[in-house]
């Protein structure tokens, strides 16, 4: 982790010790004046949300689920919502542009960023923000997230590297988040990330999350996966961590697979189905938040797209509040 040196950091203090500890950081002086900012294009996480349960489009599903299209779903649900990562689509020309226009033309579309690199040591890339602007808009995203991660260090890391949970990061951070919302003209969500590492933690996770929401005024995406990895790893409370989290700016939610490799290490790889404690941790969130749209994200290993669409039932099951086990029947639309 020494590239976590380059973030600009105070000495070690002790290591976190989960979410016992009262926040010890006073927020009173804003990075910028309050002042009404040209944002949302998007709509607030307060409005009605016509659809809850979506699925990440991937190069991989594209052909199996432009078939299903044309074919039904039989009485399996139809995804209401599909996120897409930019960088995969950007810029691509032929039958990559052609695919991703069908699936735009029929579905809501978040969007969920790679390469964006928000609390990365070197400056920001804000060509690739213009073009990333262009894509959005061109494809009428709803929501658009990244992770609150760094991915650069004079070049692509091609890896998610933890932000160190300090007060000079959560200041640099936030610059960076108003840089990017301002050239962007919206709001955006970032997302908790897993992380097998805590470089010289000041705070906690929730704290350091909790402060850049704040004070950037930007919005959570909740990686439920992301939660119980991390409480398993790190050794917290996973409900208490997703209670800890400002209700009113989780904009939607990722749900995923991962790797169990003994009882206190798990690997993130989305490439399982979701485990019981991700399904429990999901139910959980939505008594403590309410229901969000939920993404189911899978990025390896996949199976045939109807075992994908039989957690897409489970996901609806536990947003409303029915009964699990039986798929086939889509969620209501919800209101948050
Ligand atoms: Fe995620």
Known sequence: MARASAVALPDVSSPGDGLTRPLRYSYNLPLVPRAP??????PASNTTVPHSIGLGLRRSLVEEWRDLEQQGYGNQPRPEFIEVTPENWMGLGGKFRRNLAYFTERYPVYAHGL???IGGPTELDMAFVDRLKTFLDDCGVIEFSEHLSYCTDHGHLYDLMPIPFTEAAVQRV??????????????IALE????????????TEAEFICAV???????????????????????????????????????YQHIAGHLQISDRQIIDTHGTDVSDPVWDLLAHAQATLGPRPTVLERDGNFPPLSSLLGELAEMGHILNGTARGTPGDAPAEITV
């Open 115 to 117: 390469s964006l690199s």
């Open 213 to 251: 929401l704040e004070r950037a005024d930007c919005k959570l995406l909740l990686d439920i996966n992301n939660v119980w990895v991390n409480s398993v790893n790190h050794g917290y409370d996973p409900k208490a961590f997703i209670e800890a989290m400002p209700g009113a700016r989780v904009a």
């Open 192 to 203: 908790n990330v897993s992380f097998y590492a805590m470089p010289a933690p000041e705070m």
């Open 37 to 42: 900012r040209e944002l949302p294009v998007t």
């Open 174 to 187: 936030c610059e960076r988040i108003l840089r990017v919302q301002d050239r962007l003209k919206r709001q």
